[in-house]
């Protein structure tokens, strides 16, 4: 191999092994009122501690991905004929789906209780499964 050409695929795989040390870009941090929705949207559950809401913890961002059953990515929500964007004017994540329903519920995990108005702050939502509970 000439010099040259070797040179041109060192250099090539130096650049390909820092672009790929560089981290992925993070999840901005969600909507202050929509962090708010889903906490009132769990005070009203009244088994939260037995269902995957334990996942919910206010120490951690709800479009973090810890968070299981909230969608904050357009590629977590299903297609849809209207763009879909998931920021807002100033670059907070917004919550666009909502997927609790029999995906995440053991049958002895189903949730109880009632549905706080405050879901309907959720104003970028896009996906809202609850299905298969016992909620009122």
């Not at 909507?31 to 088994?47: C, H, M, V, W």
């Not at 977590?76 to 329903?101: E, I, K, M």
Request: aromatic share 4%; charged share 10%; with cysteine.
């Amino acid at each position: 191999m000439p010099v040259a050409a070797a040179r041109a695929a060192l250099l090539a795989l130096a650049l390909a092994a820092l672009l790929l040390a560089q981290p992925a870009a993070a999840q901005a941090p969600a909507l202050p009122a929509d962090t708010a929705a889903l906490q009132a949207f769990r005070s009203g559950i009244s088994n939260a501690n037995d269902t995957v809401l334990v996942t919910w913890d206010d120490a951690l961002d709800p479009c973090g991905g810890t968070w299981v059953g909230v969608g904050c990515d357009c590629s977590q929500v299903p297609p849809s004929p209207t763009p879909c964007n998931n920021t807002d004017a100033s670059g907070n994540a917004r919550v666009l789906g909502l997927n609790l329903g029999p995906v995440y519920q053991a049958a002895t995990q189903k949730l109880q209780g009632s549905i706080a108005p405050a879901v309907g702050n959720l104003s970028a939502l896009r996906y809202l499964d609850l299905s298969d509970n016992r909620l009122k």
